[in-house]
């Protein structure tokens, strides 16, 4: 009773997905890739030049550089601390 | 200084200027988000301060926390996460055709009908009506209703496609898409949809069936509606063409592939058949791939150019999302590795995981997105850059404070109870860190209401201001 529910849960987004897969493949979805890195870029162009980064912001990048920098050691340390509590 | 593309004050060029009723479903969308940003904010600040003071609701029982909390979850999901990645998507996805929506009709109807479905997931709960299933709670009229908006919401996207100028696919065009129908597909699944009396099966089969939806209803719906948003944002910011559409594909099609499957590491502790573990354990390790082919895309694209990221608001909310994105994801496959949730699983570490991904991921991107649009479909520069800045630096201290808090008092619950410590005994070493979740709690709440007051003034302009 178990299997056919998650089979075909799973099985069905398989297919669904190699159905769409085939159809992009099909219509040259993934032809032409340069031309699709502009795409979002239309309406951009009329926009100013690149502005260069304020002492401030410098400031923000480094606060935020220093809260991804503790936070990966937070979660490094806890996964580190878990497996060495947990050694058979 | 030259004025970055999305802000700054004065007029907008004539064709920047929406016509009435343009985006209207994007406007809606928007306007979702924030309010219900503001409930579900308040809804988490109440339930954290009743771990702390749990006689706080006194006889009123549709406050009690069994209640609040999930109200909480269902409107920080539907009602502000997935609407503001959806009020950015309705505008983006027309501009990458280069065609109209396919009906702002049938959107406005969209937007009545998912703020009817949030009206009765709130009054319902409240009022104790639920399934009991986590993340699946509204019973089956609500049930029926937003997989009837994820049907109105895929039938307008997908006609607009069909109607499009554009021929290539842009790869957000691809996420938005997948992450609507398999929505769909996945809630009515996991509600058990066709059994309308108890919304679930029994016993085993459940239990899985619930994981597959609970893990993919955030991970089918959130993750790909963020990255949509991302790859429309990033490079519009940074002036920059995306660093590889390919790369992006692959990411796209690996995270349909793997992302299917991972549910059943939530229950690596049940008699679930082990090869179903072994799939979701590897798969959950496995999605390293679509993760960082996506990351890897948007920080080359940006490299660079955190100047530009940093002038644009909407950038800089997306920029930071795909910072938390990294860790939520690191966190993830870790957590699903046997030997690490014997201490992480069933307390306050999963609770700290949920919110990097949710609020610090989806929640920074679609506000990212919601300012990325807001001037685009309103036709005026945003009402203050510096409220916005204001509620960035609130929620970024707030979903940062959260993640350190309930890490560490998961980790000495999870130790405790790995160690036969009683669970009355565990609950006074971690009230403090309950405290300080609730004062975060309020840092969270205060930025939705600046959101919300910075959005209505931007759409809503006084007399006599800009046009």
Sequence with gaps: ?88 | MPTPPFEGKGKRPADEIPEPGRYATARGFCLTSAFWMIVAASAGLLGATELIAPDLPGSLAWLSFGRIRPVHINLVLFGFVTPGLLGAAFYYVPRLLRTELFSERLGRLTVLAWNGALVAIVVSLCMGYTQGREYAEPVWPIDVLVVGAFGLIFFNLALTVKNREEPLLYVSIWYVLAAVILTAVTYALGNVIWRPDSGALSGIPDAILLWFYGHNVFGLLLTPLSAGVAYYVIPRACRAPLYSHTLSLLGFWSLLVIYTHIGTHHLLQVPVPTWLKVIAVTDSVAMVIPVMAFLINIWYTARGRLGEIHADIGAKFVFTGTVMYFFVSIQGSMMSLPQVQRVTHFNNWVVGHAHVGVLGFAGMIAIGGLYAVLPKISGRPLFSRFLADLQYWLILIGVTGFTVVLTVAGLIQGNAWLNGETVYRVLGEIHMYYIVRAGLGLMVFSAALIGMYNMARTLFPRKGGAP
């Design chain 1, 1 to 88: 009773m178990i299997y056919p529910y998650f089979i075909t849960y799973m099985a069905a987004g398989l297919i669904l997905a190699g159905g769409v897969f085939a159809w992009a493949l099909k219509n040259g979805q993934f032809k032409d890739q340069q031309r699709a890195r502009y795409l979002p870029l239309e309406e951009s162009a009329k926009a100013g030049p690149p502005s260069d980064l304020s002492r401030i912001r410098k400031t923000e990048l480094g606060v935020l550089a220093g809260l991804a920098v503790a936070g990966l050691g937070a979660s490094g340390a806890a996964i580190v601390f878990s497996l060495l509590q947990n050694r058979p």
